[in-house]
C-alpha cells in the first residue's frame, strides 16, 4: 500500500507540469485515427498513453498559483462526496470517448468533430464550475490550443476528403 501511494505522490507532482495539459487534448487525434481505421489495439493503447500522459514531465520546481488552484479543485471534487449528479457528470467522459469513436468507426467526419468539440466546450465549462478563476483560466489557455490544432486538423481532413471523387463499388471492384 506504500508503494502505492508513493506512486500517487510522485505521478501528483507529475502533474503540475503544465506540458502535460497542453498535449492531453492531442490525444484525441490518434484515437480519432485509430477508431477511422477500425483498430482496436490502438484505441487502446492511445487510452493508455492520455491516462498515463499526466507524468511524463517532470515535476516543476514552482508550479504557478493557478496549476495548485486548478489540481486541487480537481482533487477535491474526486475525492469529494459523491452525488447522483455527479455520478451523471462523471459518465459524461466515457460515453463521449464511446460516441467519439463510434462517430469515427463509422466514418462519420463531421459527427466526430462534433462530438470532440462538445468534449472540450464541457471540460472548459466544468473547470470554471469546479475552479476559481485562476484555476480555471490557467486550464483554459491548454484547452483553447488544443481546441484551435483539433478543430484545424479536423477541418482540414475533412475538405480533403470533399475535394477526393468519390469511388463507386462497380469502379472499386474494377480499379482493384
Not at 469546479?130 to 486538423?153: E, W
Request: contains cysteine; positive net charge.
Amino acid at each position: 500500500m506504500e508503494l502505492l501511494t508513493q506512486f500517487i505522490e510522485w505521478a501528483w507532482a507529475r502533474h503540475h507540469n503544465i506540458l502535460s495539459w497542453y498535449i492531453r487534448p492531442l490525444f484525441l487525434l490518434p484515437f480519432c485515427y485509430f477508431a477511422y481505421k477500425r483498430n482496436i489495439w490502438g484505441i487502446i493503447i492511445t487510452l493508455l498513453a492520455l491516462a498515463t500522459s499526466m507524468f511524463w514531465f517532470p515535476a516543476p520546481e514552482n508550479p504557478s498559483a493557478g496549476v495548485i488552484e486548478m489540481l486541487n479543485a480537481e482533487r477535491d471534487y474526486l475525492l469529494g462526496d459523491w452525488s447522483f449528479w455527479k455520478v451523471v457528470v462523471s459518465c459524461y467522459t466515457p460515453l463521449t470517448f464511446y460516441l467519439l469513436a463510434l462517430a469515427f468507426w463509422k466514418r462519420s467526419l463531421v459527427y466526430g468533430l462534433i462530438v470532440i468539440n462538445a468534449m472540450l466546450i464541457f471540460k472548459i465549462i466544468w473547470t470554471f464550475v469546479v475552479s476559481d478563476r485562476q484555476g480555471a483560466l490557467t486550464h483554459l489557455v491548454p484547452s483553447v490550443v488544443g481546441f484551435i490544432i483539433i478543430n484545424t486538423v479536423m477541418l482540414f481532413i475533412i475538405r480533403r476528403k470533399a475535394r477526393q471523387p468519390r469511388q463507386t463499388t462497380v469502379d472499386a471492384a474494377i480499379n482493384g
